[in-house]
């Protein structure tokens, strides 16, 4: 079990269909992230969000939209994807935003585009 | 640009040490880190080297110089449930981290 919780662990969704995923920290870190990795691939940086405010859209298209709530979550809005879109989907957390912080991940979302 | 370059794959038996290594160019430099990932798992952080020099967490060190560009993990005393995926990587001064392609480590009997 990790520290950052991701829900739901598996998704399948039509290209036509809106989703959402979730994450959530309660360790009081104020930078959190989304990440994409494919099999056999190293995590690729989607978003970060640092103190509640997106700092980082790593030109990630607007079929994916982030939202930060509150300090403690994160979501992920889905609409309209793509079959390339299928992959885990991580997200993580750090104390604060500097890049030499460890970075705490949660399970991933695996997410399956028919 | 910034890339880290890492073997991708390395194989081992059990109780041995095994070496992974990083080589990295960058534009700045901030550190490096290095994550395991098993195969459904999620990443975990392992350790941070900042400055030159040998880090050492239990049975895992990890070892920088700034001035060869080069980084490695030192496994000893290898386990089975060793067996998984190594990222190194670094910060780019920003927010923002890139990852190695990551090595597989294969841990045999």
């Known amino acids: 079990d990790t520290e950052v919780t991701q829900t739901p662990k598996h998704l399948v969704m039509g290209m036509t269909n809106k989703k959402s995923l979730k994450c959530e920290q309660h360790?009081?870190?104020?930078?959190m992230y989304w990440y994409k990795q494919k099999a056999k691939k190293p995590p690729e940086l989607m978003f970060v969000?640092?103190?509640?405010?997106?700092?980082i859209n790593e030109s990630v298209p607007s079929r994916f939209s982030p939202e930060c709530p509150n300090s403690s979550l994160l979501n992920l809005h889905l609409h309209a994807l793509q079959p390339e879109d299928s992959a885990l989907y991580l997200c993580?957390?750090?104390?604060?935003?500097?890049?030499?912080?460890?970075?705490?991940f949660g399970d991933g979302t695996r997410l399956s585009i028919l | 640009g910034q890339s880290l370059e890492q073997p991708s794959e390395v194989t081992a038996v059990e109780g041995a040490i095994v070496q992974i290594n990083c080589t990295y160019q960058t534009s700045g430099f901030y550190g490096l880190s290095w994550y395991q990932q098993h195969d459904g798992g999620a990443p975990t952080f392992l350790s941070y080297n900042g400055l030159d020099g040998l880090e050492e967490t239990g049975r895992f060190s990890s070892f920088l110089s700034r001035s060869d560009s080069y980084g490695y993990l030192l496994l000893q005393e290898l386990q089975m449930k060793d067996s998984a995926s190594y990222f190194c990587?670094?910060?780019?001064?920003?927010?923002?981290?890139?990852f190695g392609a990551g090595t597989r480590l294969f841990v045999k009997a």
């Open positions: 360790m009081g870190h104020r930078a």
């Open positions: 993580a957390s750090s104390q604060d935003p500097g890049g030499n912080q460890p970075q705490h």
């Open positions: 969000y640092s103190y509640e405010k997106l700092s």
């Open positions: 990587a670094t910060p780019t001064g920003g927010f923002k981290t890139i």
